[in-house]
Structure formats: structure tokens, C-alpha cells
């Protein structure tokens, strides 16, 4: 009850303040070490080491270890935690979605991302101004994270990873559909799923079991902690086991999820003849499947489709878009042509994750 009556009085306040002579700029600027909030004294998802961060998501290009201070949900904060070790912030605080805190002369909000566990776009208030830095996310359904959110603001800074009328998505319960055929028609092979580590993989497993698969799912020894983390987390996934020290011939009409880079090494001898898939929203494109030897193409991502991103713009009703990390100008044009302010931010430091992944040397023969 208290908190509901601070609220209103938050919402009050806000309503009788007059003009604000704000710029959005005033209040977010893009800068080297990532975006900036001056007034709040923080940087969001920062590539460089600074004073005060407050994340998005636990992929290792948004959640960078060595600040001073984090402030991100406990998810995001745990997921650090496994992946740099106990001290790779000097002090953490975790934060619920809906849950504001005032930081310098501003107020953040954190709202669900629906990108993976813990994610989070950040509203970041100052008079009566606000601006949505989303982070990663998508519209799509996910079992294992919480649904994104449509937060209402001023200025809307959306990803781009998939910013192209070419990328549609789909529906990712289809194309776990088309694995569990091909593993009905080719019961003597091995299936090989390569899929990001934190989100897509346990994403995967979830799907499957959707569809009803009760069979156990093998899991390269790299995605052991994190698919725990998330089993801690009250994500069911249903028996899993590892693939090290198994025999290959026990291998034969199983599936295995593993990190992409290990699906095309050496690794993938211990499968009795592996059909090759790989689950990404890259693979809408035959060319970049083909490229990497995939056999068996998985269109499922983590990241908003054209649809999904134009949609999204909509409905924040936001009046300026800054558009990051990913494929800017398309969007930045569709922006224009429906009479809103648009701009690339030309953040530096953000990687794909639906392409790229690091194994640790001593995980690549897990
Ligand atoms: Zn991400
Ligand atoms: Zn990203």
C-alpha cells in the first residue's frame, strides 16, 4: 500500500512541473566508454571500466566485469558472477523490475527485455522527460524469461541486430518441430544444436520440451553453470546430462546443445555422423548457414525481427528513437518516413552474440 501511495505521489509531482527545459542529450549521451547519464552519475552497459554501471543483461558485451559499482537485477548480477568470479565489481545492488531508484538527479525504472534471464530495459527519468534504454530484446514469447514489456517514454533507444525487413523470425516452436523430425528420420545420427550459451540454449531445451521431448538433452560442458544458474531460477528444463565421458554409440539419436564455434571442430567427433544445426536468427539467411557447414538450419533468436522492432517503436509512442548496435540505417529511415526524430548512436564495443562466442580454453574440450 505505501509503495503504491509514493508512486502517486511521484506521478503528481511530475504533472506540475512545468515545461522542462531538458534535452534528451542532457540526460543520455553517447560517449567511448558506453552511454552516459551525467545527471545520475552512471553509464549504461559501459565497455570501459567507470564508476557506476547499471546493466541491461548478462551477455558478456553488455556486462563487462571491473566497475566500481553495479547496479542490475539478481539474475544479471549472479550471471557475472559465474562467468568473472566473486570480485568483479567493487559493490553490487540488486534491483526487481518495477522497482525505482533515484540516482543523482534522476530516477530509474527497470522493466523486462524478454531477451534472456534477468534482462531488463532501464527508464531513465529526469522532470518530466524519459528515455528507455532497452538493451537487447525481443517481443517473441520465451518459457524462460519474463515477457518484455511496452514501457511508454519520450526517446526510445532500440538494438538493431536484426534491423531489416528481411528478418522475420517466425515462430521458433516450428523450427524446434523441424529438428525433433529430423531426429525421427535419422535415429542412428547424433543432432548438434550450436547455441548461445546465457539464453538461447536453455530457450532450446525449453522449446523441446514443449513439444513434448522427455528424452534427456546432452549439454556441451560450457553451458554447464549457466543452464543450472537458470534450473536454480525455477526454469524447468527437464533431465540433462553431459556429453563428456559418454560413449558415442549412446549418442545415436540424441541431442546435444553446445557453444557454435564447438559444433565445427573437433569436438564433434565423439557424435556418430552429427547432423549440424545451429539455433540463430542469422540462419534466415542460407548463404551465412552454408558458410558455417550447417546442415540443419534453426531460425530462433534472442533479438526483436523488423516486425518486431517497428512494432515496438510504435508502441512506446515515443516521438525519437536512437537506434544501436546492429544494422542502423534502415531503421533510422523507417523512423523518418513515419515523422520521428531518429539517429544512429554509433555505440562502440557490442558484439552479436547470436554469432559469436568465446569458449574458454579450458572449456573447449568440455
Ligand atoms: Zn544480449
Ligand atoms: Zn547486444
Known sequence: MRGSSLRMTGKIRRK???ISWMRPQDILIPLPAGLCCKPGGFHIDPVRPVERAVITHGHSDHARPGHGAVLATQETLDMMRLRYGDNFARTTQ????????QLGDVT????PAGHVLGSAQIAVSCKDLCIVAS??????IDPTCTPFEVVPCDVFITEATFGLPVFRHGNAADEVKKLLASVALFPERAHLVGAYSLGKAQRVIALLREQGYDAPVYLHGAMEAITRYYESRGVALGELRLVRGMKKADLAGTITLAPPQATSDIWTRRFPDPVTAFASGWMRVRARARQRGVELPLVISDHADWDGLTATIEATGAGEVWVTHGQEDALVHWCKARGLAARPLDLVGYGDEEEHEVIAADEAEA
Do not use: V
Open 94 to 101: 540488486a534491483i526487481r523490475y518495477g522497482e525505482e531508484i
Open 16 to 18: 506540475a512541473s512545468y
Open 108 to 111: 530509474i525504472k527497470f522493466h
Open 135 to 140: 538493451g537487447d530484446y525481443k517481443d517473441a
